[in-house]
C-alpha cells in the first residue's frame, strides 16, 4: 500500500485518535429499551491488532466511530454505551465512554488522557457536522489528540469528516494520518485485483440484483478473463437472452443493461445452464433442478444447478486470482444454499493449490462464514460497501486522505 501505516510513524507515548468501525449489531433498536448489548463483537475484535500495538507503545486511546442509522441525537438506542461495555470486557481496561462527540467535556477528557487509557466518543452520526464533512468539526476533532489512525475500512468510501476531513485537518495541524493494520490488510487484499491481477483472474457475481452493480461488473469485465454469475443477479441476463424465468426475481429495468453487457462480452460472462426451483422461498418448500430454458411458469429459480456448479467448477480449475461478490442462491434458507456452499468449497480447495481467493460484500462474508470456511480463503473482506466501491476501482476518501509513503 502507498499510504503510511501506524508502523511507519512514531507512536510511542502518543494520544491517538483512532476512526474505528464500530457499527455492530444490537440486542435491540428499541429507544427505550434498557442494557442494550451488541450481539457480534467481530468488528471490534477486529480493530484489537491496531488499538493493542498503540497501547503496548504506550499511547491512549480516543475512539470514533458511527453506529446503525441515527437521524439525530435523540436517537438514544444507537448510543455507543453497548459498544463501551463490551470493548471494556475485551480489552480488560477501563473505557470512558463520552456522552458527546465533542464538546468541551470531551475536550478536558482528552487533554487529562493518560497513557493507557481509553476514551470512547459518542456516535459521530449524533452531531450533524459528521456526515457534512464540516472543516471546523475536523479540525477540533484532530485537535484532540498527537496522531490520527483510520482503522474503519468498512467506513472509507464514505466523505464524513470522522473519515476523511479529520485526516486532512490532522496534516494541517503537522500531525501524521495514517491506516491502522486492519485498513492496511484491506486495501493490500484488495487491491491485488485492482492493480496487477495474477491470471487467470476469475471473477464471481451473484446476489440479488444487478442494478446497483454494473460499475463492477463492468470494472471487472476489464480486468478479469471470466466472470461467473449466479444468483437472482443472473435471471436479468438470462431473460435479456430470451429464457422465460417464470416467478424469478428479474429486474426488467436493468434488462436493455444486461442485454449490453452481453453483446460486450457475451464469450467472457458464464450464465448458469440450470437451476434450483421452488413455488416459494421456503425449506418446506418441493424443489427440483430445472434446465434453463425450460423453468415452470410457476416457480422462482432460487439457486444454481449441479450442471452450472460443474461448470463454474470447470472454469474455476488454474486460476490464480478469483474474485467473488454475491451469493450463488437465497443461502439463508439452507434448501438453496448447495450452490453457494459447494462454491466456497471449491474456492478453499483452489487456495490449498496456491490461487488467491478474495471474497467481498456483506452477504458474501456471511454466506462463507455460514459455510465455515472464511479461514480457508485468503481474504473476505469486512467492508461491505467500500469492498465493491474498490473493485470497482474507484479511490476511496478515507484512504485518498491519508499520508503517502
Ligand atoms: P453482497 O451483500 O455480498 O454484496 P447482495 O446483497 O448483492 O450480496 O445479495 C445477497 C442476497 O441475494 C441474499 O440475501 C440472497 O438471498 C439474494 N439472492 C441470491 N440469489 C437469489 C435468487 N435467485 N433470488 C432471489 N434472491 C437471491
Ligand atoms: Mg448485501
Redesign the pocket.
Known amino acids: 500500500m502507498n499510504k503510511k501505516s501506524v508502523t511507519d510513524i512514531d507512536v510511542n507515548n502518543k494520544k491517538a485518535l483512532v476512526r474505528v468501525d464500530f457499527n455492530v449489531p444490537l440486542s435491540s433498536k428499541d429507544p427505550a429499551a434498557t442494557n442494550i448489548t451488541v450481539t457480534d463483537d467481530t468488528r471490534i475484535t477486529a480493530a484489537m491488532p491496531t488499538l493493542n500495538y498503540l497501547l503496548d507503545r504506550g499511547g491512549s486511546l480516543i475512539l470514533m466511530s458511527h453506529l446503525g442509522r441515527p437521524k439525530t441525537a435523540d436517537d438514544k438506542q444507537y448510543a455507543m454505551d453497548p459498544v463501551g461495555r463490551k470493548l471494556a470486557e475485551i480489552t480488560g481496561r477501563k473505557v470512558t465512554k463520552l456522552d458527546d462527540v465533542l464538546s468541551d467535556k470531551v475536550k478536558a477528557a482528552a487533554a487529562a488522557l493518560q497513557p493507557g487509557e481509553i476514551l470512547l466518543l459518542e456516535n459521530t452520526r449524533f452531531d450533524p457536522r459528521e456526515k457534512k464533512n464540516d472543516p471546523d468539526f475536523s479540525a477540533q476533532l484532530a485537535g484532540l489528540a498527537d496522531i490520527y489512525v483510520n482503522d474503519a475500512f468498512g467506513s472509507a468510501h464514505r466523505p464524513d469528516a470522522s473519515v476523511d476531513g479529520v485526516a486532512y485537518a490532522a496534516r494541517a495541524q503537522g500531525k501524521p494520518a495514517v491506516a491502522g493494520f486492519l485498513m492496511d490488510k484491506e486495501i493490500t487484499a484488495l487491491g491485488i485485483a485492482v492493480e496487477n491481477p495474477p491470471r487467470p483472474y476469475v471473477a464471481i457475481m ?4 444487478i442494478s446497483d452493480k454494473i460499475k463492477l461488473i463492468e470494472n471487472l469485465l476489464e480486468k478479469a478473463d471470466k466472470i461467473l454469475i449466479g ?2 443477479m443472473a ?1 436479468t441476463f438470462l431473460k435479456a437472452q430470451g429464457h422465460n424465468l417464470g416467478k424469478s ?1 428479474v429486474e426488467e429495468e436493468a434488462l436493455p443493461e444486461a442485454k449490453r453487457l452481453l453483446e460486450m462480452a457475451a464469450d467472457r460472462l458464464i450464465l448458469p445452464v440450470d437451476v434450483v426451483v421452488a413455488a416459494e422461498v421456503s425449506q418446506d418448500a418441493p424443489s427440483e433442478v430445472e434446465l434453463i430454458w425450460a423453468i415452470s411458469p410457476d416457480k422462482m ?2 439457486d444454481i444447478g449441479p450442471a452450472t456448479l460443474e461448470r463454474f467448477n470447470a472454469e474455476l480449475q488454474g486460476a490464480q486470482l478469483v474474485v467473488w ?3 450463488m ?4 434458507t439452507p434448501k438453496f444454499a448447495t450452490g453457494t456452499f459447494q462454491l466456497a468449497q471449491t474456492l478453499a480447495a483452489l487456495v490449498d493449490h496456491g490461487a488467491t481467493v478474495i471474497v467481498g ?4 462474508a456471511a454466506a462463507v462464514r455460514k459455510a465455515g470456511l472464511t479461514e480457508k480463503m485468503t481474504h473476505v473482506s469486512t467492508g ?1 460497501g467500500a469492498s ?1 466501491e474498490l473493485l470497482e476501482g474507484r479511490q476511496l476518501p478515507g484512504v485518498v486522505a491519508l499520508d503517502d509513503k
Open positions: 451473484g446476489g440479488a440484483k444468483g437472482g435471471n426475481l429459480a432460487l461478490n454475491g451469493p442462491g437465497v443461502f439463508e460484500g456483506g452477504d458474501s461491505g465493491l
